[in-house]
């Protein structure tokens, strides 16, 4: 008898961060895993869940993969074709229920890098910078970041701070002008889905996912994170949400096969 999985870890990833999103919520996407969740939610549990994409789409059923958030995918069923910058102050005018973002570092408090590793001046690798996760970022009720977790994406300090999470600590957005009430909400990973204390706004451990201990979250972070005792253990995927990512979402594997 075969000992294949029956998911692989990405599409577990992909899954755990659909089944955080809610029917009827708004939540603004960005590109691969964030709207393969969101693809995948309103196919199962949020029919109703109303995608935004920052090039000014909203409402749309995307019928498959597109390859950006500018992609004329993005635009089918929608309910209104716009401008970014009528989607961003939609975000600032408090109607985005979830920012859903990417990273390729994040710290202690959810700050999030995707602009350069190593110096801005001499960097050792260019990112794409930060798009609208910025701005989804600061006015989102909430924000879920979804990443690669090992000791070089989980960082104690980012080389370069191009998102805000809760910044430097408590009341920190506030001070800086955000919303107050707004900040990170969850981060998902390939091993565990992690959220944050309310009182130091420093990252812990929600859950594990199947099979992974303590000890591989250690190794593959840069600073500690509370584990606590007796945590949960993330669901694993149904055999419906699998046969809708490798059949309909990403027959191709695009995103889910990295």
Do not use: C
Not at 34 to 53: K, S, V
Not at 54 to 74: F, K, N, Y
Not at 188 to 200: E, M, V
Request: proline share 9%; charged share 15%; glycine share 10%.
């Amino acid at each position: 008898m075969s000992e294949r999985p029956e998911y692989t870890p990405t599409e577990l990833l992909a899954v755990v961060a659909s089944r955080m999103l809610s029917d009827n919520q708004s939540v603004f996407v960005g590109t691969g895993l964030p709207l393969i969740a969101g693809m995948l939610a309103q196919r199962t549990h949020a029919p109703g869940l109303l995608l935004f994409f920052e090039a000014g789409s909203i409402g749309p059923r995307v019928p498959e993969l597109p390859i950006s958030v500018g992609d004329s995918r993005t635009y089918h069923q929608a309910i209104a074709l716009s401008s970014m910058h009528d989607a961003m102050s939609l975000a600032q005018a408090g109607y985005v229920d979830v920012g859903f973002l990417g990273a390729a570092q994040i710290d202690p408090f959810g700050n999030i890098n995707t602009t350069v590793i190593g110096s801005h001046q001499h960097p050792t690798a260019r990112l794409p910078g930060s798009g609208g996760a910025n701005d989804v970022a600061s006015f989102a009720a909430k924000t879920i970041v979804i990443l690669r977790q090992s000791a070089r994406s989980f960082v104690p300090k980012l080389d370069f701070l191009t998102t805000p999470g809760y910044l430097d600590g408590p009341g920190a957005r506030e001070r800086a002008g955000l919303p107050a009430g707004t900040g990170p909400y969850r981060v998902i990973t390939q091993l565990a889905t992690y959220g944050f204390d309310p009182h130091s706004r420093r990252m812990t451990a929600a859950s594990l996912h199947p099979g992974v201990t303590p000890e591989r979250i250690r190794e593959n972070s840069g600073f500690t994170i509370p584990l606590g005792e007796n945590l949960p253990v993330s669901p694993v995927p149904s055999a419906e949400e699998i046969r809708l990512l490798r059949e309909v979402i990403d027959p191709k594997g695009v995103v889910l096969s990295k």
